[in-house]
């Protein structure tokens, strides 16, 4: 029997939402309500001096006003926290992780990817020293090429490098994989490690996000195998910019989503996509909208583009310069 799908949004209450979260809500809605699935929220606020008060509220109130209805209680990371401890401990105790003094020069020293410097010497914590080590997994698997389930087959990356070609047949069978950083030296825990255990948690084994996080996902998914977990089923979409490599984000001051006109925004939505979907005026409500986008909702029609421009009154990038 196949397991019952499991989706999830999972925004950043760093600032409201804008028109490409907006976008990656309704994909991951719809591929979710389209396999009679289950469609959770997560507010992803670990980087919590990053995230601003009252946001979350915003979010959630977004959503509901285009129809976005999710399932469950919405999760907090920042009210996880002794959850993810357990985990690195655990590991810890395993000898799975270590404690790591290297810093970004020091590992832009060694060819800008950190060479398991760390993993063998035993550091040890103490009260004098807590803010001098990070922790991280001892990886044991390596980054492999993935299909994703809309950008088609993906080749690991092991540099940071842009999402200029995901959908590219791969052509590279494996590669290693840095010891990853579980909980930073400032004390905060790691997204690659909470996306992960949240994921997990919830049972999430469907994910659809959008493509500025395609190169991360070999990495990932190695995490996933090296702490023994079910990996679930990765679909990227395009991201939109405003000009090429420029995507819209909160941090960019990215316009918020006008809330007056949901209908609107998802036709807007769907047609980026790349669905030739009808006007606003076709549809009496929100609900018979929603209804027609799972209804047609087919993630070989998604276009196989890594970023998409949109208007530039979608961001102040140009009226003021980063």
């Known amino acids: 029997m196949h397991k019952k799908y499991v989706g999830r949004f999972a925004?950043?209450?760093?600032?409201?939402?804008?028109?490409?979260?907006?976008?990656?809500?309704?994909?991951?809605?719809?591929?979710?309500?389209?396999?009679?699935?289950?469609w959770l929220l997560r507010m992803e606020d670990i980087d919590e001096p990053r995230c601003i008060s009252g946001v979350d509220k915003d979010i959630l109130c977004t959503l509901e006003k285009h129809g976005l209805f999710w399932d469950g209680d919405v999760i907090y990371q920042s009210q996880q926290h002794q959850r993810y401890q357990e985990v690195v401990d655990r590991l810890l105790q395993q000898g799975l992780a270590y404690?790591?003094?290297?810093?970004?020069?020091?590992?832009?020293?060694?060819?800008?990817?950190?060479?398991?410097?760390c993993r063998h010497l035993g550091l040890a914590l103490d009260s004098n020293n807590q803010d001098q080590f990070a922790i991280r997994l001892t990886m044991t698997?390596?980054?492999?090429a993935f299909e994703d389930v809309i950008m088609g087959n993906v080749t690991p990356i092991e540099s940071e490098a842009p999402c200029d070609s995901p959908h590219q047949e791969a052509t590279t069978a494996n590669s290693s994989a840095e010891d990853v950083v579980i909980k930073r030296?400032?004390?905060?825990?790691?997204?690659n490690l909470v996306?992960?255990?949240?994921?997990?948690?919830?049972?999430?084994?469907h994910v659809i996000r959008g493509c500025d996080l395609l190169d991360v996902t070999p990495l990932q998914k190695a995490v996933y195998q090296t702490l023994g977990y079910e990996i679930p089923t990765y679909g990227h979409i395009p991201v939109a910019a405003v000009s090429p490599g420029r995507k819209l984000s909160k941090q960019n001051r990215a316009a918020p989503v006008n809330n007056t006109t949901p209908k609107e925004n998802l036709v807007r939505v769907m047609q980026f996509l790349g669905f030739d979907f009808p006007a606003a005026s076709s549809f009496n409500d929100i609900s018979a909208l929603l209804a027609h986008a799972i209804a047609i909702w087919?993630?070989?029609?998604?276009?196989?583009?890594?970023?998409?421009?949109?208007?530039?009154?979608?961001s102040t990038y140009y009226s003021e310069p980063l």
Request: proline residues 6%; glycine residues 10%; positive net charge.
């Open 11 to 38: 925004p950043s209450p760093s600032g409201q939402l804008h028109f490409g979260s907006l976008v990656t809500a309704v994909a991951s809605y719809l591929d979710a309500k389209s396999n009679h699935g289950t």
């Open 141 to 144: 698997r390596p980054l492999q």
């Open 99 to 117: 404690y790591c003094t290297c810093t970004r020069k020091q590992i832009k020293a060694m060819g800008g990817v950190y060479n398991g410097h």
């Open 298 to 314: 087919d993630r070989k029609k998604v276009v196989k583009t890594p970023e998409i421009i949109v208007p530039q009154h979608e």
């Open 185 to 191: 030296r400032d004390g905060l825990f790691s997204y």
């Open 195 to 205: 996306v992960i255990l949240d994921d997990v948690f919830q049972g999430v084994n």
